[in-house]
C-alpha cells in the first residue's frame, strides 16, 4: 500500500515526510517537480501545470549505507493539489488509484478542520506536531485506519488557544491527544460520537452542482459534464434515524455515498436512509446523466477578444472581454430572475508578453506580471448589465503566439440547480425529540472546471 506520503509547498520545499513501510528517497519528489511544473515558465515554479498526471510510475533508488550500491525499485506516485500544496503518496506495487486519491483527499479534508482554511504552507508550518500526530492515527503501515472526522477528534483534540499555550508552557504535545479511546471504535457507527446532547436540535442540507466545460470562441459547449454533491450539517442529539426522499431521483447516475447511509434501500427505493455522523459530512456526491450533461447551456456569455499590431506596432497587442448573463439557460432557479454571484474571470497571457494595462468597467483588476495572469473580480451581475475589459499589452519580438491560452471563469448562482433534483420529505425517527427540530435544504449551482477560448 503507502509506502512514504510527502507534503509540499507552492515553490517544490518537502514540508512533511512520513515513511511507513520501507524508505523512500527524497529524489522522488524532484522528479515529481520537474514534471508538474512544466510549462510554469517561472524559474521557482510557483504554477504548477493544471495538465498533471495524477499518476505518476517512477524509480527509487534504495541506499543500502555509505559507499554501498542501492537497488532500483519502481514507485507509483499519487498526487494532488489542495490550496497551492501538493499532497503525494509513494506506493511500490499497483493499487486502486482512486483509493490513495481519495485518502489524500480525506488527508487534506482532516488538515481543513483542524487548522482551518486555507490550509496553507504557513498552516502546516505553525502545526508540523498535530500533523505528524493525525498522519500516526490515520494510517497503519501504510494502510488507511482512522479516516472519520469524529473518530480523529476523540483522539487528537481541536487545537485551542489554551491548548496551544499548554503546549509552549509544558514544551510537549500530549496536551492535544486524548486518553480515552474513542466510544466510536467499539461500536458499528465509527462515523458517530456516542451521547450527543444539543439544547438545538437541527439538521440542514446544501445541495451544490458544478459545470464543468469548454466553450468555443462563438459560444459553443464543445463539451459538458454536471456533477453534484449533498453537503451536511447535523447537530442532532441521541441516535436519530433519517431518511430523506427525492422529486426525481432517476435524473442522476454515478451516486457515491458516506459510510452511514445504507446502499442497499437507495438501490431498492431510491431514498437515502442513514444515521448522520455529528457535524459536517458529505453525504453523498452523483453525475448527471449523460445525455442531459451534453445539452447544457451555461448561464454566461463570455467573448474575449485578442489582437496583434502589425508593422510598426507589431509589438503592441489589444485585449478585450465582455461578460453577459444568457436570458435562457439550462439553471432551474426558484424565483423570477435569474443573478450570478462572484463572478471572477482568469486571463492568462501569452509568455511573451512583457507587461499589460488593463481596466474594466465593473470590479476590479489584478495583473500578476511573473505568472503572466490577470484576475479580474466581477461580483454581482444581472440580465441588464455587460461588464466589458479593455487593455493593451507589449510583447517580446515580432513573433505571434500560435494560440491563446483560454480563459478560466468562476461563478456561483444561489437557490438553482441544474438537474432539477429536489428534496421532497425529510423524516426523522428513532428520537423522540420535545421540539421539532429546525430542517432545512439550499441548493447552489456553480462553475467547476470552466474554460474559454480564444481567437
Same mark, same amino acid.
Given at each position: 500500500?503507502?509506502?512514504?506520503?510527502?507534503?509540499?509547498?507552492?515553490?517544490?520545499?518537502?514540508?512533511?515526510?512520513?515513511?511507513?513501510?520501507?524508505?523512500?528517497?527524497?529524489?522522488?519528489?524532484?522528479?515529481?517537480?520537474?514534471?508538474?511544473?512544466?510549462?510554469?515558465?517561472?524559474?521557482?515554479?510557483? *504554477? #504548477? /501545470?493544471?495538465?498533471?498526471?495524477? &499518476?505518476?510510475?517512477? $524509480? @527509487?533508488?534504495?541506499?543500502?549505507?555509505?559507499?554501498? %550500491? !542501492?537497488?532500483?525499485?519502481?514507485?507509483?506516485?499519487?498526487?494532488?493539489?489542495?490550496?497551492?500544496?501538493?499532497?503525494?503518496?509513494?506506493?511500490?506495487?499497483?493499487?486502486?488509484?482512486?483509493?490513495?486519491?481519495?485518502?489524500?483527499?480525506?488527508?487534506?479534508?482532516?488538515?481543513?478542520?483542524?487548522?482551518?482554511?486555507?490550509?496553507?504552507?504557513?498552516?502546516?508550518?505553525?502545526?508540523?506536531?498535530?500533523?505528524?500526530?493525525?498522519?500516526?492515527?490515520?494510517?497503519?503501515?501504510?494502510?488507511?485506519?482512522?479516516?472519520?472526522?469524529?473518530?480523529?477528534?476523540?483522539?487528537?483534540?481541536?487545537?485551542? *488557544? #489554551? /491548548?496551544?499555550?499548554?503546549?509552549? &508552557?509544558?514544551?510537549? $504535545? @500530549?496536551?492535544?491527544?486524548?486518553?480515552?479511546?474513542? %466510544? !466510536?471504535?467499539?461500536?458499528?457507527?465509527?462515523?458517530?460520537?456516542?451521547?450527543?446532547?444539543?439544547?438545538?436540535?437541527?439538521?440542514?442540507?446544501?445541495?451544490?452542482?458544478?459545470?464543468?466545460?469548454?466553450?468555443?470562441?462563438?459560444?459553443?459547449?464543445?463539451?459538458?459534464?454536471?456533477?453534484?454533491?449533498?453537503?451536511?450539517?447535523?447537530?442532532?442529539?441521541?441516535?436519530?434515524?433519517?431518511?430523506?426522499?427525492?422529486?426525481?431521483?432517476?435524473?442522476?447516475?454515478?451516486?457515491?455515498?458516506?459510510?452511514?447511509?445504507?446502499?442497499?434501500?437507495?438501490?431498492?427505493?431510491?431514498?437515502?436512509?442513514? *444515521?448522520?455522523?455529528?457535524?459536517?459530512?458529505?453525504?453523498?456526491?452523483?453525475?448527471?446523466?449523460?445525455?442531459?450533461?451534453?445539452?447544457? %447551456?451555461?448561464?454566461?456569455?463570455?467573448?474575449?477578444?485578442?489582437?496583434?499590431?502589425?508593422?510598426?506596432?507589431?509589438?503592441?497587442?489589444?485585449?478585450?472581454?465582455?461578460?453577459?448573463?444568457?436570458?435562457?439557460?439550462?439553471?432551474?432557479?426558484?424565483?423570477?430572475?435569474?443573478?450570478?454571484?462572484?463572478?471572477?474571470?482568469?486571463?492568462?497571457?501569452?509568455?511573451?508578453?512583457?507587461?499589460?494595462?488593463?481596466?474594466?468597467?465593473?470590479?476590479?483588476?489584478?495583473?500578476?506580471?511573473?505568472?503572466?495572469?490577470?484576475?479580474?473580480?466581477?461580483?454581482?451581475?444581472?440580465?441588464?448589465?455587460?461588464?466589458?475589459?479593455?487593455?493593451?499589452?507589449?510583447?517580446?519580438?515580432?513573433?505571434?503566439?500560435?494560440?491563446?491560452?483560454?480563459?478560466?471563469?468562476?461563478?456561483?448562482?444561489?437557490?438553482?440547480?441544474?438537474?432539477?433534483?429536489?428534496?421532497?420529505?425529510?423524516?426523522?425517527?428513532?428520537?423522540?425529540?420535545?421540539?421539532?427540530?429546525?430542517?432545512?435544504?439550499?441548493?447552489?449551482?456553480?462553475?467547476?472546471?470552466?474554460?474559454?477560448?480564444?481567437?
Amino acid at each position: 500500500m503507502i509506502q512514504s506520503l510527502f507534503l509540499l509547498s507552492p515553490t517544490g520545499e518537502i514540508l512533511i515526510e512520513r515513511h511507513f513501510r520501507g524508505q523512500t528517497s527524497r529524489s522522488i519528489c524532484q522528479k515529481y517537480w520537474e514534471k508538474a511544473s512544466v510549462g510554469s515558465g517561472l524559474a521557482s515554479a510557483e *504554477v #504548477l /501545470s493544471d495538465t498533471m498526471s495524477p &499518476v505518476l510510475e517512477l $524509480t @527509487n533508488v534504495n541506499d543500502h549505507g555509505a559507499g554501498g %550500491s !542501492g537497488s532500483i525499485q519502481t514507485i507509483y506516485l499519487f498526487s494532488i493539489l489542495r490550496d497551492g500544496l501538493s499532497y503525494l503518496a509513494a506506493c511500490p506495487s499497483e493499487v486502486s488509484p482512486l483509493l490513495v486519491i481519495e485518502f489524500l483527499h480525506r488527508v487534506a479534508d482532516t488538515f481543513g478542520d483542524y487548522f482551518g482554511s486555507p490550509t496553507d504552507e504557513d498552516a502546516i508550518k505553525e502545526n508540523f506536531s498535530t500533523v505528524y500526530q493525525l498522519l500516526e492515527e490515520m494510517v497503519d503501515f501504510g494502510w488507511p485506519l482512522t479516516t472519520e472526522p469524529n473518530a480523529l477528534q476523540d483522539l487528537i483534540r481541536l487545537l485551542t *488557544v #489554551l /491548548s496551544k499555550i499548554q503546549q509552549v &508552557v509544558t514544551g510537549g $504535545t @500530549n496536551a492535544a491527544i486524548s486518553e480515552v479511546l474513542p %466510544s !466510536g471504535t467499539v461500536s458499528n457507527m465509527p462515523w458517530r460520537k456516542a451521547g450527543c446532547k444539543y439544547s438545538q436540535n437541527e439538521i440542514y442540507f446544501d445541495m451544490v452542482e458544478e459545470i464543468d466545460a469548454f466553450i468555443d470562441v462563438s459560444g459553443r459547449v464543445i463539451s459538458s459534464d454536471v456533477s453534484g454533491s449533498i453537503q451536511a450539517q447535523a447537530h442532532l442529539s441521541g441516535v436519530p434515524d433519517i431518511l430523506l426522499t427525492f422529486s426525481d431521483p432517476d435524473v442522476i447516475d454515478d451516486c457515491a455515498f458516506h459510510p452511514c447511509v445504507r446502499y442497499g434501500k437507495f438501490e431498492l427505493d431510491k431514498v437515502v436512509s442513514f *444515521v448522520p455522523p455529528d457535524g459536517a459530512f458529505t453525504l453523498m456526491t452523483y453525475r448527471l446523466k449523460a445525455d442531459q450533461s451534453r445539452s447544457i %447551456s451555461p448561464p454566461l456569455n463570455c467573448m474575449p477578444q485578442f489582437s496583434y499590431g502589425t508593422g510598426n506596432n507589431s509589438s503592441q497587442g489589444r485585449v478585450v472581454v465582455s461578460i453577459g448573463v444568457k436570458p435562457v439557460s439550462s439553471i432551474i432557479r426558484k424565483g423570477m430572475t435569474v443573478k450570478v454571484e462572484e463572478i471572477t474571470v482568469t486571463i492568462p497571457f501569452p509568455k511573451i508578453v512583457r507587461t499589460a494595462n488593463l481596466t474594466a468597467t465593473v470590479g476590479t483588476v489584478l495583473y500578476d506580471e511573473a505568472a503572466k495572469i490577470a484576475s479580474w473580480r466581477i461580483g454581482k451581475v444581472n440580465e441588464h448589465s455587460r461588464p466589458m475589459l479593455t487593455g493593451t499589452f507589449l510583447i517580446s519580438g515580432t513573433d505571434k503566439p500560435e494560440e491563446n491560452p483560454p480563459l478560466g471563469l468562476s461563478w456561483k448562482i444561489p437557490q438553482s440547480s441544474v438537474s432539477g433534483l429536489t428534496v421532497s420529505g425529510l423524516t426523522l425517527t428513532g428520537v423522540n425529540y420535545g421540539n421539532k427540530p429546525y430542517k432545512g435544504v439550499r441548493s447552489l449551482t456553480k462553475s467547476g472546471r470552466f474554460q474559454v477560448r480564444c481567437n
